[in-house]
T-cell receptor, first 111, second 111 residues
Framework: GAGVSQSPRYKVAKRGQDVALRCDPISGHVSLFWYQQALGQGPEFLTYFQNEAQLDKSGLPSDRFFAERPEGSVSTLKIQRTQQEDSAVYLC?????????FGSGTRLTVV | QKEVEQNSGPLSVPEGAIASLNCTYSDRGSQSFFWYRQYSGKSPELIMFIYSNGDKEDGRFTAQLNKASQYVSLLIRDSQPSDSATYLCAVATGGGNKLTFGTGTQLKVEL
């Protein structure tokens, strides 16, 4: 596709519910990143894939967060047993090398 | 100390003036530096990147890098109301060019 596509754009989850956020990167981009952006803050790194390999997951805040990219293209970020502090915008980004392009994000609200 | 620091603003400049946005970083080994623009409710958009000491110009934008002082800046000449946004400074760290962001500086260009 022409850009990084994320779905859904908005998600409201009840506390304790599991959610899955999808990212479709720019075709051919080897690198894929997930970031979390809280209101009024800059994006914070969560995890990084090179093709299907998850090379860095140091930013995942807890074991409730899990990401995968099984075929080296589409990626899914899963959050289990959501908590209120998980409310944020989740940004997916892809890169062919140096320059990173962001998707529109998924705004998650946990109530 | 945060790894990437920016003044949160708001920075207000009149239309047609030069806006100067500043950023400092703590990791001396950082090699790549980026400026993203983020409109309210939108995703970050890359506007400039710089790898070498000195100035890099692109249209109305100039990025400046001083690795000895661990300082990056962005100058916007002939500021327009459409430049009103939050400007995020980002530094590439670690493998795969994961980005560490500052909290962003809000710029307001007034008529």
């Amino acid at each position: 596709g022409a850009g990084v596509s994320q779905s859904p754009r908005y998600k409201v989850a009840k506390r304790g519910q599991d959610v899955a956020l999808r990212c479709d990167p720019i075709s051919g981009h080897v690198s894929l990143f997930w970031y979390q952006q809280a209101l009024g803050q800059g994006p914070e790194f969560l995890t990084y894939f090179q093709n299907e390999a998850q090379l860095d997951k140091s930013g995942l805040p807890s074991d409730r967060f899990f990401a995968e990219r099984p075929e080296g293209s589409v990626s899914t970020l899963k959050i289990q047993r959501t908590q209120q502090e998980d409310s944020a915008v989740y940004l997916c980004a892809s890169s062919p090398g140096q320059q990173t392009t962001f998707g529109s994000g998924t705004r998650l609200t946990v109530v | 100390q945060k790894e990437v620091e920016q003044n949160s603003g708001p920075l207000s400049v009149p239309e047609g003036a030069i806006a100067s946005l500043n950023c400092t970083y703590s990791d001396r080994g950082s090699q790549s530096f980026f400026w993203y623009r983020q409109y309210s409710g939108k995703s970050p958009e890359l506007i400039m990147f710089i790898y070498s000491n000195g100035d890099k110009e692109d249209g109305r934008f100039t990025a400046q890098l001083n690795k000895a002082s661990q300082y990056v800046s962005l100058l916007i000449r002939d500021s327009q109301p459409s430049d009103s946004a939050t400007y995020l400074c980002a530094v590439a760290t670690g493998g795969g060019n994961k980005l560490t962001f500052g909290t962003g500086t809000q710029l307001k260009v007034e008529l």
